[in-house]
């Protein structure tokens, strides 16, 4: 394999700067940017030891460590995941030779990692929109300026929602320097809030201003993918809840409660209508859920008959769903010689599977928008020869379409941010 131009460049950008947030799009190859770029600096002898603090899913699968394997030029590179307990992480720790480079540890025990002696001056952040948070809190506080001299924050998607949280992504790489170190001075600067002062809205010319202090922080890698790689296709497949569902639907809408479940509070409520949008209602505190008859499972159906022998990769949400897709697979015998796989829509377990699916189904739609691309990109990415189609079933006059709406807004804040960049 060979690095692009465009990978090449942002690799020039990590190895010449000492705090940047990388924004590209999943399949972009981040990773390998970023483990070539902590090569060259640890070769240069620019740092000693990198962490990398990534979500959970992505050092179970061995993501990392799997990409360095890959490239000639980072076979020689020492990685050690810690993973399990306080103590089995420390034992690793300990157990890690004093040639290990680069150490790589989830983001919820990131904070732990940072009281150990570990020796470490640099840091990647992976998927930096979501440990933009209490996971990451250390990193802001001035203790670390002067022991990790080296950032970088790796994220598809910087902004969702009215450019508010890419205040706390700016502060973890670069101090506060770009946005400040207070957040209600940033939010009460650019933002005005509702009359409870929980919601902020964007003020009129305030992106220009935030994107202007925070543009050199950013490096936005050029998007070729479409140039490159097959085309791709987006279709969406609408269809009606059953009269005897849809009046289970109205009355948890209506009242909170629907066949003696009660939803304690509107945003339990939500999650309950979402629920039963699915396909299903769980119980009260418990793992057991009722099904119910949505029409979703038979759009299922019609799409696996479409493949007409084509392997199939299905994204599903809830865990109900997940087992019911699997019986329909085992049991319809038609589809037993047809290479089907279900994958959770928030789970990083799709690598490796890229180059033997293109034809990918959204059993519902799914809120986070990253989530979305980073499972579109799992496929759709270099290696990929066959045209690429994503289907996304949708039921009507549910949650379904608040969510298709609110995906499509996020959609077009990470426009406006590109644009911004861009100008």
Sequence with gaps: MKLTNAQSQAIDRL??????????STGAGKTVIALTAINDLIEEGVLHKVIVAAPAKVLETVVWPNEAAKWDHLRGLRIVQLEGDSKERTKRLLNSDGETQVIMVSLNNLDWLLQQDHNADGIVVDELSKGAGKQTAKLKSKKWAGRIIWRCGMTATPVSQNFEKLYSMARIIDFGCSLGTNKQRYLDTYFTPDYQGYHWTLREGA?????GKVASLVHLM???KADELPPISESVIYFDMPEDTREVYNDMRRHMVADDIEAANQAVK???LRQLASGFLYQESSEEWTAYDIARFHAVDDWLVGLDGAPG???YEFVAQGIWLQGAIDNVYQYRNIKIAQINSMSHGVEGLQHIYSDLLFIQ??????ATEQAIGRVWRQGQTRPVTVTTLVCRDTLDDLVVAR???RGRWMELFKQHLKG
């Design 15 to 24: 190895y010449e700067c000492d705090a940047t947030i990388l924004v590209a």
């Design 207 to 211: 992106d220009a201003q935030i994107m």
């Design 270 to 272: 939500s999650g309950k």
């Design 407 to 409: 995906v499509e807004d």
């Design 222 to 224: 050029d998007d070729t």
């Design 365 to 370: 739609p799914i809120w986070s928008r990253d």
């Design 313 to 315: 990769l299905i994204f």
